[in-house]
């Protein structure tokens, strides 16, 4: 009688005891944020691979993203951050296609406590606290490297006079402002640089192709120099040069910015001299970036990655593949 007494104790303790246990939390299959991301457009190899970053960051942290693209078109992106905001995501991040034209829309994303970070490119406005940050490449940098690149590649032609053509991104967006800042002013103290004609390319390879037709009608065996704001447009220019009798990169010395893996390779060929680094690979900082705004930490203003120049200046056949 005792030992079923006692077995009966036993087990009432053991049952009391579990019911107890606390179990192991539910593995959450919440995401651990929800971010609305409005994307320029897909212009280009950079912006192609800069899309894909972000994807692959966001799975790689759980983070629910919805991503747009805006087409090329602001007003696209302008509805698309109201989606946002009415759908109340976590964080609203975008890459502004231009500068102007953000303070409304922006005002309402602050008004519904949405913070928006700033990826690739910057806005003006004389509006306080519409971001909290900025992730994108230091534009001028970028100029002003490409330019330090030209004054060492005249010195080692020993070229007396250089004229330079500049096809541009987009107008008014901060890489197209900033890049050609950068150049103009790393060159303005060299007497033998000269600027003949800067003209806009809007970042499109068509565009690049267009232009260096019309400069090469304009202008022809003068060209010394071609400042391509990125790879797109100096692709689409490198078979006008070509066509028209000239060898680039001999000819004339031929000048990017991007650093996608079309370039460089054509870079190893010799047909472009020198590539400007500008990574599209922003996703992990972004998705930190948004955690920690979510989590309400501070966050700093600017964040730049770190960004190289690749040229005839070095063994090229040691470039790492890109990625982009
Ligand atoms: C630069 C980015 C530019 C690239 C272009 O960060 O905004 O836009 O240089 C892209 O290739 O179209």
Redesign the pocket.
């Known amino acids: 009688m005792k030992k079923k007494l006692l077995v009966l104790i036993c087990l009432i303790l053991s049952f009391v005891l579990c019911t107890g246990c606390s179990k192991e939390p539910e593995q959450s299959n919440e995401p651990s944020l929800l971010l609305g991301f409005s994307q320029i457009g897909s212009?280009?190899a950079?912006?192609i691979g800069n899309t894909r970053d972000i994807e692959e960051a966001a799975g790689k942290q759980g983070i629910s993203l919805m991503l747009e693209n805006a087409n090329q078109k602001q007003e696209n992106q302008i509805a698309a951050i109201r989606r946002f905001i009415a759908y109340k995501v976590d964080v609203i991040a975008f890459s502004p296609i231009v500068e102007d034209g953000w303070d409304n829309v922006l005002k309402e994303a602050k008004d519904a406590g949405i913070p928006v970070i700033l990826v690739?490119?910057d806005i003006s406005t004389e509006k306080e606290g519409l971001t909290s940050c900025l992730i994108?490449?230091d534009f001028y940098r970028e100029g002003q490297m490409a330019g330090e690149y030209l004054i060492r590649k005249a010195d080692s032609l020993g070229l007396e006079n250089v004229n330079i053509v500049e096809i541009t991104?987009t107008i008014n967006s901060t890489?197209m402002r900033q890049r050609q800042a950068g150049f103009m002013d790393a060159i303005a103290g060299d007497t033998r640089m000269n600027v003949m004609e800067s003209i806009d390319g809007d970042?499109l390879k068509s565009r690049g192709e267009e232009n260096m037709r019309y400069l090469l009608d304009k202008y022809g065996e003068d060209i010394d120099v071609v400042f391509s704001?990125?790879?797109?447009m100096t692709l689409g220019a490198l078979p006008e040069i070509e066509k028209a009798g000239f060898i680039p990169g001999k000819d004339m010395i031929i000048i990017s910015?991007?650093g996608g893996q079309d370039a460089i390779n054509v870079l190893k060929e010799g047909k472009i001299n020198c590539v400007v680094e500008?990574t599209p690979k922003l996703g992990g900082i972004l998705m930190d970036t948004a955690l920690k705004l979510k989590a309400g930490e501070a966050v700093k203003e600017i964040i730049h990655p770190d960004e190289q120049v690749f040229s005839d200046e070095q063994d090229t056949a040691k470039i790492e593949p890109r990625g982009y």
């Open positions: 212009e280009s950079w912006r690739d490119r994108g490449a991104g890489p970042f704001h990125n790879d797109e910015i991007d500008c």
